[in-house]
């Protein structure tokens, strides 16, 4: 069992940067590969970047590559997501889960999720 909990999402202005981070509970949380997802309103969640247990492995979605960066601590059992030059469509609620089998961009593999952070991006 893996609990995890967002934080770090605002409000910012185009352009602006934000990090966001997931700390798990549990002593397996260098096992799991960890995603970030987000969900904007009235659309379905997406993948936005992952990242397997040891960091070897990395996948961003192409609308987040460049701009996004995630990274992840197993000494303290947290991820990062570093979003650099935001965007409003980078409005969405973001969660954060873990995935045991190492398919990063795929949803169903989620076997764990955080509550959701939420970040708004004004124009």
């Known amino acids: 069992q893996v609990q995890l909990v967002e934080s770090g999402g605002g409000l910012v202005q185009a ?3 934000l990090r966001l981070s997931c700390v ?3 002593r397996t949380f260098n096992s799991y590969a960890m995603g970030w ?5 009235g659309k379905e969640r997406e993948f936005a970047a992952g990242i ?10 192409d609308s987040v590559k460049g701009r996004f960066t995630i990274s992840r601590v197993n000494a303290k059992n947290t991820v990062y997501l570093q979003m650099n030059s935001l965007k409003p469509e980078d409005t969405a609620v973001y969660y954060c889960a873990a ?6 961009r795929d949803y169903g593999s989620y ?5 959701g952070t939420q970040v708004t991006v004004s124009s």
Request: proline share 6%; aromatic share 16%.
């Open 24 to 26: 798990g509970s549990g």
């Open 37 to 41: 997802f987000r969900q904007a309103p």
């Open 99 to 104: 995935n045991p089998s190492g398919l990063l």
């Open 15 to 17: 352009g602006d940067s």
């Open 111 to 115: 076997e764990y999720w955080g509550q």
């Open 52 to 61: 397997s247990w040891g960091g070897g492995s990395i996948d961003y979605a």
